[in-house]
């Protein structure tokens, strides 16, 4: 307190009381910073006085908050700074400039002068109590502000020596990779001209190549003729197709017959008049005795006539033999095969010969004579065909019979027979018969019927022909089951076997195209007696028995000629 009535001359309670009512007095022109080295931290310190021994950094001009506050409100904490030293930190003007080495810069980085922005981030901000005046007085410029402006410029152009160096190497760096590049793309394009010089080098050997199998191949089938075969599923297509035109031929033949009674006994009355029509009808139901079996069950006619046609193709048609003088090629031919496959050396595989003969089948078939007899031969077994149902034709046109018989029956199954002839493969009609006379002249069902039950296509009469299989029933009847329930009818269509040759002289198993189509009854005796309870005669049935009955045996009943059968 002291102090202050010394250096300002006036009592605490009147600067108190003139503070109170009027604004004070400005203070002499003295000095006011302290010693800014010892108010500093040691850190900050350290920083201010390398900024003076030639470092980047610089020492802040400005005094600390306290020693400005101690100045204005005159403590004693301000009192302790000599004066010499406030002048001296007031000019803040070193003795002697020195400018930073460029090359101590250079080399490291961390000296570098400090960010212009930095200086006002150094000062301290600015507090209430402290004048625009004196902030414009530290922030005022000095020499030190050209030395550093220097120190940037030496080290922009350091920078952009730096810079230079670095475009240089990218640019050389880049050369070097195109020539890299240039090199890399020779070297490609010449491996591709010598993989090109390969890849035609090898293409001329294959075509050189291709060029003798085609040679090759053209000498091998001038010696062994080559021709397009048939398939198993052409040739079962072709004989599907046959069977349907059988059955359509019969519909339209006897439907309108069977479903009328009167019809029916106006055909019986027919045939008593005109015995010889009827003769070759009857002739084939004697040759096929599983056929007299099924016509004692209702609702067969058709099925039998169509049987009846079956076999009168398989016996005249499906025969090994050509028509007309081809006869006797085909035997020379047959002939000429044996000796090739048991005289020749060396010996020829089955299967060349069978390509050998099959080729000339064909080249025998295709020659005029035997287009010829063909046809005269085709013209034939329409008639006789035809002559077996002359009975049934009553007021219709014979001749419109015969052609609908031809196209749709005869003519198909020639095509076909002549296919089996031209095909390497052994094709042929397979009728099992599953029946067979007894001592007693009475029918019985063969043994095997039962175990060959799932190669053949069995029709359930007594179900309106539902498809009898033994595979899919649930649960499986036992063998006692079958011989009582299950009873064999006839047999309807023949099976088509093909019996493939192998490579060599390989022998392959006979294979089923088609499966033997059969009638059987399925059911217990009850189902039997209702099926058969109240019918009558078969159209075929009555046919078959004309010459035998008389009117004593005719109200015997409707079985009385069968007594001798049983069912199973």
Known sequence: MEDMRREFGLEPEAISHRHDNMPPKRPAKIPIWGDVGTM??????????????????????????????????????????????????????????????TSHKLNNPSSTAPNPRRRNQDLPPPRLGQSQDDIDVARRPGRWDNDHEENLRLEMEALRRELREANGRAAQAERVVEQLQRQASINDAARRNENSATVEGLAAQIRTL????????????????FRKDFTPKEIGQDYDDLVYGVAEWIGKLADPIVEDPEK??????????????????????DHHIELINGC????????????????????????????????????????????????????????????????????????????????ARIHDLTEELASIFKVLRKDRDWNKICRSCQALIVKPAVELQEKFFISTHHYYLELEPMMAATSRNELATIPDFYT?????????????????????????????????????????????TLRMIGKGDALVEPKRVRKQQMLVAWGNQDKRDRFTANTDRTLMNRLYYISRDRPDRESEGIWSQFRHLQWG
């Open 210 to 225: 291709r060029a003798e199998l085609d040679d090759a191949h053209s000498h091998i089938f001038s010696l062994q003729p």
């Open 452 to 496: 060959r039950l799932t190669e053949v296509a069995c029709e359930n009469i007594l179900q309106n022909r539902k498809p009898f299989d033994l595979a899919k029933m649930e649960p499986k009847p036992t063998k006692e089951q079958l011989y009582k329930n299950l009873t064999n009818v006839s047999t309807i269509v023949p099976g088509l």
């Open 296 to 375: 004692i069950f209702p609702e067969t006619d058709i099925d039998i006539l169509i049987a009846i046609v079956m076999r009168f193709l398989q016996d005249n048609v499906f025969q090994p033999q050509l028509f007309g003088c081809m006869s006797t090629a085909v035997q020379a031919l047959g002939f000429i095969e044996h000796s090739m496959q048991n005289y020749v050396e060396p010996k020829r595989d089955t299967y060349a010969l069978r390509s050998w003969r099959a080729e000339a089948m064909n080249a025998m078939i295709c020659s005029p004579e035997y287009k010829h007899a063909r046809d």
């Open 40 to 101: 500093l931290p040691e850190k900050t310190k350290k920083q201010y006085d390398d900024g003076f021994s030639g470092s980047s950094e610089r020492k802040s001009s400005l005094p600390s908050h306290d020693a400005a506050d101690a100045a204005i409100t005159g403590s004693d904490r301000f009192e302790k700074i000599p004066h010499e030293t406030a002048a001296n930190h007031w000019t803040l003007q070193p003795k002697r400039s020195q400018v930073p080495s």
């Open 264 to 285: 029916i006994n106006a055909v019986v009355a027919l045939a008593r008049k005109r015995p010889a029509d009827v003769a070759k009808l009857r002739r084939y139901l």
